[in-house]
């Protein structure tokens, strides 16, 4: 096994260390693997999309005054962004949920801009087959 050093903020870690304690994981390391492995089926995931998909984003980031990187992308992507929800959690973070209906590629690239914002901490997905019965009453 390969050791690889990173970064992690102070406040992080302490998190990680609390939750440590309360969850059934052999070590921060054993953590660590998972979210590697986590990370690399959602990509896998969002790689082999194909055609026209139907979506929820769901994004919790640190509040500022107007994050205009945010609002760029949204206005980017607004011809897939289909609804739009914005809701202040606490004092320091709010949360959007985003619908999605559009070209899989297109969805792809609106979920990298989002990753690539350093002020979002969590993005979920969620994705629908766009099939849908016409023999629905």
Known sequence: ?????????????SEL????GEEWYASRSEVIRQAVRKYISEYRQLE???????????VLYEKVTKDIELTHIQ????????????SHLTEKSCLEVMVVKGPSERLRRLID???????VEQIKFSVMSMEIKNNLP
């Open 1 to 13: 096994m390969v050791v690889v050093s990173l970064s992690i903020p102070d406040e992080l870690l």
């Open 17 to 20: 260390d609390s939750v440590l």
């Open 48 to 58: 082999a999309m194909e055609g026209e998909v139907v979506a929820t984003i769901t």
């Open 75 to 86: 206005h980017e992507y607004q011809d897939i962004i289909t609804t739009y929800l914005h």
């Open 113 to 119: 801009g989002l990753k690539s914002n350093r002020r």
